[in-house]
């Protein structure tokens, strides 16, 4: 199952049925305002309703919707991994000047402030006054469906609504200025997500390409199956001593090729184009301005 989001008047979520038609959850006389709504308060006879309508249609179709993001307002700053691909880990040690042997024995988690998230086609802010240093960062992202407390490895993909692809843009030059993530990675605009939250059932996590492309030239180039910390075992860890809650955004990290790993380096600019495509979930393009 595909959940979207969308504006038609206003904003509304829904699902792509099979054919390719968009029914929002008013359609399915399913009362709930947006996919935030849905997650915390629907039940199992919710999600049976949504399995009714996979094979009906409607007037709106996907390729004619105005896509927002998934989850437009998230409810808590977005959880990242850091450096979570090795080839990755290589070229962002090389960037900062510094020494990578070649292993990884945690994962590296941040936090990513969003007011909003910006879905396909929506524009992200260059911030030329504050970087010049904007790179791109494709990445798998998921979403918790419910709350998570001292979840096993096995049990993790109970607690997964679905998929979506993210680009977690990012401000190097703040990063390497105050030596850490937070402040580089939240400027407004700089994070975008879509354009579906695809079901565990429609996938395979662990085998997905994963690509960027910027005004048509391919940077990034992967499967997940090359991230060195899944998210069975990211739910595990973070939920050992931590409430994951529902609607919490993890996402999983990018693969080498970001700006910054180029020689020489190639940051963003206004009138850049970055597509960032996930076998099995779809497209997010986004203009820089």
Request: net charge negative; with cysteine; charged share 25%.
């Amino acid at each position: 199952m595909k959940f979207v989001t969308f504006f038609d008047g206003c904003v509304k979520s829904g699902i792509v049925s099979l054919d390719g038609s968009i029914i929002s959850f008013s359609e399915m006389r399913l009362d709930f305002s947006d996919l935030n709504d849905f997650i915390l308060r629907a039940g199992k006879q919710d999600y049976e309703r949504l399995k009714e309508f996979k094979n009906h249609t409607s007037k709106l179709k996907f390729g004619e919707a105005k896509l927002l993001a998934p989850i437009v307002t998230p409810r808590q700053d977005i959880i990242c991994l850091g450096i979570n691909y090795m080839e990755h880990a290589k070229e962002s040690a090389k960037f900062k000047g510094e020494k990578f042997d070649g292993t990884r024995e945690y994962p590296v988690y941040f936090s990513k402030r969003v007011n909003e998230i910006v879905g396909h086609n929506g524009e992200i802010l260059a911030h030329e006054d504050v970087t010049q240093k904007l790179d791109y960062e494709v990445e798998l992202a998921l979403i918790i469906k419910k709350d998570a407390k001292n979840v096993s490895e096995q049990e993790a993909g109970e607690y997964i609504l679905g998929y979506t692809i993210l680009n977690d843009f990012s401000a190097r030059d703040l990063q390497i200025r105050h030596k850490q993530f937070y402040f580089g990675k939240s400027l407004d605009t700089h994070c975008a997500m879509g354009p579906v939250v695809v079901t565990p059932d429609e996938l395979d996590s662990a085998n997905l390409d994963i690509k960027c492309y910027v005004n048509n030239e391919l940077r990034q180039n992967s499967n997940t199956s090359q991230m060195i910390f899944d998210e069975r075992y990211v739910i595990a860890e973070l939920s050992q001593a931590m409430t994951l809650k529902a609607g919490t955004i993890i996402s999983l990290g990018t693969p080498s090729g970001v700006g910054m790993g180029l020689e020489p380096p190639k940051f963003l600019k206004s009138g850049d184009v970055v597509r960032c495509e996930i076998e099995n979930i779809g497209v997010l393009e986004n203009i820089i301005k």
